[in-house]
DNA sequence: GCGACAG
DNA sequence: ATCTTGTCGC
């Protein structure tokens, strides 16, 4: 109960009266986008239940109960609702829609604020130089219903060396929601990167592979104003052609495959084209499943969070 | 059962 | 991404 998402997702619960229900999805859809069903079930669930809310009045877009049935059951059924095999029964006659809520449509918001900074996303080479790429990744964890990320960054120079690493740990400030991946890391990758010597940013995720065509990769290379790319392990958007990620009609990535690794999707996110992404990633792979910055900002950001490192910053408690 | 949506 | 025992393959 500690993010915005929480607090909007609170104020939909304490609307449903007694006698009513919604479903995750028309709560997303009142927030913006059904995508964020899933999210608003954890957010439900670790946070509303939690603290005695109203979490039994949240349902499957089915009618079924999910997690806690039995517990779920019980209650609505108290509250007069009709309950047979699991299922709710004339859902809709119960069911309240996403119209009927009032609520911040936050990710609505988001999806403009991603349209407009897009249109500074710059997709040629632009580099200083191609001496230091840096590698950020978080890895997340709950402690109850607190969710704390780890976030690495580490910078290798031309023959692969590590140069430098630094680490973050703070609350995570948005769940994760697909296509808005970066509204929820971005803190990491600033605060991670900061003072930090490097020319090119690599990160797990799509830069322009995405349906608004403004992936994490293009989100943190326009703040930070650097080059930037994308690698991530599974595809967003578009079809494979020949190697090629389609989009629309669009190339708007690459599928890069190492000598015995699984291949991996490569998009460019700003300052960078779509070729030298490519080469870029093949240039810096290293042993690895992935390119070496990236490798290793993942096993530091892991390390952070089994206590095995502390972190250079720690603002969980001030630093 | 199908389709599947980065991390 | 995280949750997790035994199981599979080199």
Request: net charge positive; with cysteine; proline share 4%.
């Given at each position: 109960m500690q993010t915005v998402f929480d607090r909007?997702?609170?104020?939909?619960?304490?609307?449903?009266?007694?006698?009513?229900?919604?479903?995750?999805?028309?709560?997303?859809?009142?927030?913006?986008?059904?995508?964020?069903?899933?999210?608003?079930?954890?957010?439900?669930?670790?946070?509303?239940?939690?603290?005695?809310?109203?979490?039994?009045?949240?349902?499957?877009?089915?009618?079924?109960?999910?997690?806690?049935?039995?517990?779920?059951?019980?209650?609505?059924?108290?509250?007069?609702?009709?309950?047979?095999?699991?299922?709710?029964?004339?859902?809709?006659?119960?069911?309240?829609?996403?119209e009927e809520f009032e609520v911040q449509p936050i990710l609505l918001k988001m999806r403009l604020a991603q349209r407009k900074l897009r249109e500074r996303i710059i997709l040629e080479d632009r580099f200083e130089s191609k001496e230091l790429v840096a590698g950020v990744?978080?890895?997340?964890?709950?402690?109850?219903?607190?969710?704390?990320?780890?976030?690495?960054?580490?910078?290798?120079?031309?023959?692969?060396?590590?140069?430098?690493?630094?680490?973050?740990?703070?609350?995570?400030?948005?769940?994760?929601?697909?296509?808005?991946?970066?509204?929820?890391?971005?803190?990491?990758?600033?605060?991670?990167?900061?003072?930090?010597?490097?020319?090119?940013?690599?990160l797990d995720g799509h830069g322009i592979a995405h349906p608004e065509r403004i992936g994490e990769a293009c989100h943190a290379g326009l703040v930070l104003g650097k080059p930037a790319v994308g690698i991530a392990k599974s595809i967003l958007v578009g079809r494979m052609v020949n190697g090629v990620i389609v989009h629309e009609g669009e190339e708007v990535g690459h599928v890069v495959k190492m000598k015995g690794k699984n291949p991996v999707f490569v998009s460019p996110g700003h300052m960078v084209s779509v070729e030298t992404s490519k080469l870029l990633v093949k240039r810096f792979w290293g042993p690895y499943r992935q390119p070496k910055p990236l490798a290793m900002a993942h096993e530091v950001a892991k390390k952070l969070k089994n206590g095995e490192i502390s972190p250079t910053i720690d603002l969980l408690k001030g630093d």
């Open positions: 909007l997702v609170l104020e939909i619960a304490n609307q449903i009266p007694r006698g009513k229900v919604t479903t995750f999805g028309e709560a997303a859809k009142a927030l913006g986008d059904v995508r964020a069903a899933r999210a608003v079930s954890i957010s439900i669930l670790r946070g509303v239940r939690r603290m005695g809310g109203p979490w039994h009045r949240f349902v499957a877009s089915d009618g079924s109960l999910g997690k806690f049935a039995a517990e779920k059951y019980e209650l609505l059924s108290s509250e007069g609702i009709p309950i047979r095999a699991g299922r709710i029964c004339n859902l809709e006659r119960f069911l309240m829609r996403a990744d978080v890895a997340y964890g709950w402690e109850g219903d607190l969710e704390i990320g780890y976030g690495a960054c580490v910078v290798v120079d031309s023959k692969l060396d590590v140069v430098e690493v630094k680490t973050v740990r703070m609350r995570t400030a948005f769940p994760y929601v697909p296509t808005y991946l970066a509204f929820r890391e971005m803190p990491f990758i600033v605060a991670s990167t900061r003072d930090v010597k490097f020319d090119i940013l690599l």
